[in-house]
């Protein structure tokens, strides 16, 4: 609801943007004419169509996500045909005059004549068409969050909230006359100017993307100045990942009753229904499952991808959880959404659940639909449901396990069984199941994929989906590079020649790279080294203590566990065979 009315406001506010210029006329032309039969009605048309068009708009971005390069290009067209209409004021007439032709042919209604409600509806079409390409941040807001998520009855209804709130504005200048117009007209040449440098901003965004420019400006920028910023704006919509019991719903307490008819008094909010669980490609250890079958139950639903370092430093504590309430009422659903191509592929997830010793259900969500339904932002994410299919608590990312725990217990003991020992479980993780020791990282994941790539320290730029020779550099802290003949593409760096490395300059206990082995099935052997020399009692679980290893799978491996001091070190992994597939580094 609180979105709604963001929307509305902000469309309130267009009427102080000086874009709101070209129409004004058309809209000035109904002043002092009957507001039920000519200002209400365009306003009515004006607001419908700006909502269509948005909408289209939103069906698209949506598609052209889904499509990527295809979409890039018309996106590319859309943003160079943009700021030439910014920069010419006869490019924008040229491009807006049928609307405009159409606009002043209904506008110029002799005096004599009555006001047409039909005319006045079409005048506001017009005048929407006009009006779609210039909207403010909200906008902006609701089209990528459609374009993420995918259009839906939410995305149209959150542009009509945004269009009805500028037709209340404009509707309002119209009755207050043309005084309005007047003092807006002159704020027309500094609008001007700043339209100019936009538009001028605009084409050379635009050239830097056509030339490849901005792929080596990503690849530079720190990941500690983007991803603190990312990280604030997702906790202003959804709460801090680390204060999650703490919900914008608020703590109250509640006086619920067990399935015996005794009063139990809880601590644990209502935060939502249990969504539906439909759009799971496939499930894995159990047949489909339906929120109408789990009810009376508790569930717990896990949502992770499985080569996320996070979401494997959690796996231990949900399996726990499984194994030890089974019997008093606890379902787990581990809801399996893929951050990269590889995880969509079922087989690997199915070797994954084996190699976790996953045995509660799995849903395979690759379309994304549960996900949606739970209106999810996190790897790993848990929500906690009763057995009344009420969403009571939710926690994202790691840790806080003992009050995640104490959760289940209470919704149990709410659901009439018996209340649970207070005693919590103690899994014994090993390898990258192993908890972080965050207190001493000081490097960030990163990814080597050029569509989010950062902090490359090799000389050379990177070349988008071509193949070339890279040098290692020298590096500073938390940046990486390659050496050898390698072809970096949107989601990985892929090695051409065998003998290729990549270097990283990383301050942490452990480090993990995401490999692939290479795509004609074949094993690719490397070796690792620190500050140039074998790891010894640094190794991983995934290499020996001469640093060898071999890539046999597509998954998140675990190169180095320092068991003394972590300071700042270089590591390198240099592959005897060509064909790897590298992701992400992440660190522990």
């Known amino acids: 609801m609180t979105l709604f009315v963001v929307s509305y406001l902000a469309g309130v506010l267009t009427i102080v943007s000086p874009c709101i210029l070209p129409i004004l006329p058309f809209v000035f032309s109904r002043a002092g004419q009957p507001f039920a039969r000519s200002i209400l009605p365009m306003m009515v048309g004006m607001a419908a169509t ?77 005048t929407g068409f006009l009006w779609a390409p210039c909207a403010g941040p909200i906008l902006g807001l609701v089209l990528t969050g459609a374009a993420i998520q995918g259009a839906n009855p939410q995305t149209s209804l959150l542009l009509a909230a945004y269009a009805a709130g500028a037709a209340t504005s404009m ?65 202003r919509v959804h709460g801090k990942p680390d204060a999650a019991s703490t919900s914008s719903t608020g703590r109250r307490t509640t006086l619920a009753t067990n399935d015996a008819g005794q009063g139990y008094r809880s601590n644990l909010p209502v935060e939502g229904k249990f969504p539906s669980l439909d759009g799971a490609v496939k499930w894995l250890n159990s047949e489909p499952l339906t929120t109408e079958q789990l ?22 504590y949900v399996r726990a959880w499984a194994e030890k309430y089974k019997d008093q009422g606890l379902v787990v659903i581990g809801v399996h959404a893929p951050e990269f191509a590889f995880e969509k592929r079922i087989s690997n997830v199915e070797r994954a659940i084996q190699n976790f010793a996953i045995t509660y259900p799995v849903a395979i969500d690759n379309d994304f639909k549960i996900w949606r339904a739970f209106r999810n932002s996190y790897w790993p994410a848990h929500y906690f449901i009763d057995a009344q299919g009420r969403i009571r608590h939710h926690h994202f990312g790691e840790g806080d396990y003992e009050e995640s725990e104490r959760v289940i217990q209470e919704l149990l003991a709410e659901g ?49 989906d071509e193949p070339r020779d890279y040098t ?26 065998s003998g290729g490395a990549i270097s990283y300059r990383f301050r942490a206990r452990d480090l993990h790279l995401v490999l692939g082995r290479s795509r004609d099935g074949k094993p690719v052997r490397f070796q690792v080294t620190i500050d140039g020399k074998v790891p010894g009692a640094n190794h991983g679980s995934d290499i020996d203590t001469n640093g060898n290893g071999t890539v046999a799978e597509t998954r998140l491996y675990q190169l180095i566990r320092q068991g003394g001091d972590v300071r700042e070190r270089t590591f390198e992994i240099r592959f005897l065979d060509p064909g790897i597939e590298a992701y992400a580094f992440t660190f522990g």
């Not at 007209?185 to 001007?192: D, P, V």
Request: aromatic residues 6%; proline residues 3%; hydrophobic residues 50%.
């Open 295 to 316: 009810r009376g139950k508790v569930v717990l639903i896990d949502f992770w991808t499985y080569s996320c370092i996070n979401c494997i430093r959690t796996i231990p």
């Open 50 to 126: 700006f909502a269509a068009v948005a909408t289209l708009a939103a069906v698209g971005g949506s598609w052209a996500v889904h499509a990527n390069e295809v979409g890039r290009s018309v996106a590319i067209a859309l943003l160079a045909m943009f700021g030439v209409t910014l920069i010419s004021a006869r490019a924008a007439a040229f491009l807006t005059r049928p609307a405009v032709a159409l606009g002043s042919r209904l506008s110029g209604v002799a005096p004599s004549d009555k006001p047409s409600v039909g005319g006045s509806l079409l005048l506001g079409a017009a």
């Open 472 to 497: 290692a550099g020298r590096l500073r802290l938390n940046e990486w590079s390659l050496a050898g003949n390698w072809t970096v593409e949107a989601e990985q760096a892929v090695l051409n020649q």
């Open 416 to 464: 009439g069984t018996q209340r649970a020992e207070s005693s919590f479980v103690t899994p014994d993780a090993k390898g990258a199941e192993a908890a972080a020791d965050f207190d001493r990282v000081q490097s960030g994941e990163t990814y080597l994929g050029y569509k989010r790539a950062s902090n490359f320290g090799s000389p050379e730029q990177v070349s988008a």
């Open 171 to 235: 509707a309002l200048a119209v009755l207050t006359g043309g005084r309005v117009f007047a003092a807006m007209k002159r704020s027309l040449g500094l609008g001007h100017r700043i339209r100019q440098g936009l538009g001028a901003a605009v084409l050379a965004g635009v050239t830097m993307i056509v030339l490849g420019l901005d792929t080596d400006l990503l690849t530079r920028l720190s990941y500690a100045s983007t991803a603190s910023i990312e990280q604030s704006l997702l906790d």
